[in-house]
């Protein structure tokens, strides 16, 4: 063995790349278990608050038809517009009172439909099928809930749509099924309301009728005088020859200029996902005493995204008008009643509102 040898000593380790790179794994990992959770906990929030709201509206379908409840004491549901995160349920809750309670959504969840207050009768219908919508803002995306015109409820995908039900037919009935005729009534003389009534002369054919005296009119007085009016008690020298006093000439004050105005027509339309020619929909933006430039701007109400919004001129100098054009989406998300609201900035009058109802 060479004294100035030196051993070499194997070390074991990790160098700093295997561990930044190891690091960046564990974070992405974590990353995405995180959002996974986030996701899963937004999702059952909203499953779980749709098929809550979903079971009052069962109750106060189920309520109406238990009492069966006479007008001004039906069961109802009603929401509060796009943005609202409360609903109002009508119903006998045990008391034998009919009252109402107001309960709240879970937190990022809330309305995104126009407002809309549901009445079930005492057969647990309502008048007309509709659909509300609850909107998630962390996962983006609205769950419906359906409610038709015979009172099914249903959350999700599945629903009943009222339109998509073929009418029946009725044959119609012919011929008499009474074998026994029916005998013609005999028909009743109608007076003559033209004919005159015979004048009763007191049995004389050649009596004279007395005619009608006609009254004297009773002279009117004159006044002495000549109608001067210089104040003489007994009238003796009024000529009417007075200085009568000039009206003075009104001066009319400048009248304001003119406010800007806006309008939309029509103010409603309705749009089908599944028939092809109305999938889209237009309206006109109209602006009247509009000076300068002005922006127009559409959006629905709420935090939805249900809906495709256009508009055909962005800038307006002065007066004039823009088309609003609508299409729908696809999918039970985006069924309903939607509200667009349709402005100009600067102002010009208030925010247009244009209801849009999406059916299947």
């Not at 100035?4 to 995405?32: C, D, E, K, P, Y």
């Not at 996962?139 to 039900?165: K, M, Y």
Request: charged letters at 15%; proline letters at 10%.
């Amino acid at each position: 063995m060479k004294p100035n040898s030196r051993t070499t000593t194997q070390q074991r380790g990790f160098t700093i790349t295997q561990m930044v790179v190891t690091l960046a794994i564990i974070a992405v990992v974590s990353t995405g278990g995180v959002l996974g959770i986030r996701t899963a906990r937004a999702e059952f929030r909203l499953q779980n608050s749709a098929r809550l709201f979903a079971t009052y509206i069962e109750k106060a379908r189920a309520d109406a038809i238990r009492r069966h409840a006479a007008p001004g004491q039906e069961s109802s549901v009603e929401t509060f517009g796009p943005g609202s995160t409360q609903y109002a349920i009508t119903m006998d809750y045990g008391s034998g009172v009919v009252e109402t309670r107001t309960f709240d959504l879970e937190s990022g969840l809330s309305f995104v439909t126009a407002a809309k207050r549901v009445t079930f009768d005492w057969r647990g219908r309502i008048t007309e099928a509709w659909v509300f919508q609850v909107h998630s803002e962390y996962l983006e995306r609205n769950l419906p809930v359906d409610v038709s015109g015979a009172g099914d409820i249903t959350v999700g995908e599945q629903h009943f749509p009222d339109q998509l039900i073929p009418p029946v037919e009725i044959a119609e009935v012919t011929g008499d099924v009474d074998s026994t005729p029916t005998p013609t009534p005999t028909p009743t003389p109608t007076p003559d309301p033209s004919a005159t009534p015979p004048v009763d002369n007191g049995g004389d054919p050649e009596a004279t009728p007395t005619p009608t005296p006609e009254p004297t009119p009773t002279p009117t007085p004159t006044p002495p005088g000549n109608g001067n009016g210089n104040g003489n008690p007994d009238g003796n020298n009024g000529n009417g020859n007075g200085n009568p006093t000039p009206t003075p000439t009104p001066n009319p004050s400048p009248s304001p200029d003119a406010q800007c105005t806006s309008a939309i027509s029509p103010g409603e339309l309705k749009l089908s996902q599944s028939n092809s020619a109305n999938l889209t929909g237009s309206a006109v933006f109209t602006m009247v005493n509009a000076t300068g430039t002005r922006t127009i701007s559409a959006s629905i109400a709420g935090n939805g995204n249900s809906l495709v919004l256009g508009v055909s001129l962005l800038r307006i100098d002065g007066s004039g008008s823009s088309v609003i054009t609508v299409t729908t989406k696809n999918g039970a998300g985006n069924r309903g009643e939607f509200i667009v609201n349709v402005s100009a900035q600067p102002s010009c009058g208030s925010t247009q509102q244009l209801k849009v109802s999406v059916l299947n």
